[in-house]
């Protein structure tokens, strides 16, 4: 849409990526982040699926979305929307909020509550947060900021103890999610994760579907655009990560890449590094 338009700026000292856009109409396909994603709808109607429901969100309402969650986004009425986002790493924030709450054990999990929140304190938290860091603010303000957002977090977020079956069953899916990791760029077929996790091929997909809500081919297109989307903001160049990463070419890894951020590779290389890139028309 000639009227969308997006911000993007990665943040030197942690790494966070924020996010500032305006969208009109249908805006991403159906993907998901290897991070923790938190932000503010500022004008407009966002509407997207997550969790097997239909959200709405309007200025003012916060969303919060987990590791792995699958997430769309449209405007269903005119004028769009417009947002501001960040993404925290998973690891980080976990093993942070577990010891604000002191001693959670290990066999945890750490969620939040509600995909939208509406809790003003939060809001205030998100955006002092994002706009400390995509303005590059001073290190102590920043810090101050996030220190703050940790803090209205712990009001949204549940630990949830696995169920021993669902332990099992997350098990082989975990193993078989740890296979696609390291073999991320290779022909993998699902009679190579069977045998890898000691199962057959429904039982895997049963399992790895319950545990990630996607098949293990379309989890694996997904593992290849956000481990793409890591080696671009590294510099990578574009025709070098869809070798490496198992798309047929530059253009596959483009189409994909696109649908999901609604950014070209070589654009969203160029918005993180500042470095040119001649194979971009």
Known sequence: MANDWLELRQHADTGIETIRA?????????HWHDSYLVGITLAGTQQFHCRRERHRSTPGDAFLLEPGEIHDGDAPVAGGFTYLTFYLDEHWLSDTLRGLYESVP?????????????????????????YALHREEMRIVQQSAMDTLLSQLTHHCQ??????SQVQSAAIAHRARDYLHAHIGDNIGLSDLARETGTDRFTLTRCFKREFHLSPHAWLIQLRLATARAQLAQGAQPASVAAA??????????????RAYRLSPAHYRRLCTNLPDDTEK
């Open 245 to 258: 990463l198992g798309f047929a070419d530059q253009s596959h890894l483009g189409r994909w890449f696109q």
């Open 106 to 130: 290990s066999s945890y999990s750490l969620h939040f509550s509600h995909t939208i929140a509406r809790e003003p304190q939060l809001i205030g938290a998100i955006a002092q947060t994002f």
């Open 22 to 30: 305006h969208f009109e109409g249908h805006a991403y396909d159906p």
């Open 159 to 164: 630990w949830h103890k696995r169920l021993p």
